[in-house]
């Protein structure tokens, strides 16, 4: 693992400090994904963190820029039925931290609000809430999976 001292997200993958609520969801070589903090988001969001050290898309690898397209396809299957969303946002700055991460916002069918009114809204959820939305997004997942390797007539628990 390329590390940089002092980035809050190789120091955090290094001790497993703030680990997310209901644990990651995925672990696989190039990304990280979890429930994002309850105090600042809400229920149902997902963060993706980078395993490497880079800021932005610009600094991506070949394949780290395919394993994330993949990962995204594999997350909205996942995210939409998990929290009954109507969209999921994705959204990724880097403003305060220039480690690679990206957000996914579900919002929901009866949310009146849109777009960036809709993400520029104070945002926190409980903590049991957020563990709640992981484990159905993670029981989704598995279901996705399980279906993927149905398709290709692999063998499921491996
Ligand atoms: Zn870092």
């Known amino acids: 693992m390329i590390n940089q001292p002092g980035c809050y997200y190789c120091d955090r993958q ?4 703030d680990a997310p609520p209901g644990g990651w969801l995925i672990e696989d070589d190039d990304w990280l994904v979890g429930h994002g903090p309850a105090q600042m988001c809400l229920a149902g ?10 800021t932005d898309f610009a600094e991506m690898t070949d394949a780290e820029a395919a394993s ?22 994705l959204v990724s700055t880097m403003d305060f931290q220039p ?5 996914l916002y579900p919002r ?10 809709f993400l520029n809204q104070d945002m926190s959820c409980a903590q049991a809430d957020a563990e709640a939305a992981a484990a159905r997004i993670r029981h989704c997942l598995t279901a996705d999976t399980r ?6 007539g692999q063998p499921h628990g491996a």
């Open 45 to 54: 969001s997902l963060r993706i963190e980078s395993r490497r050290h880079f």
């Open 99 to 103: 480690h690679f991460h990206a957000w």
């Open 68 to 89: 994330f397209g993949r990962l995204l396809a594999s997350l909205y299957r996942a995210a939409r039925p998990g929290t009954g969303a109507e969209r999921i946002h």
């Open 108 to 117: 929901a069918a009866d949310e009146p609000r849109r777009g960036t009114t």
């Open 147 to 152: 279906l993927v390797r149905e398709i290709l």
């Open 14 to 17: 290094q001790t497993g400090q």
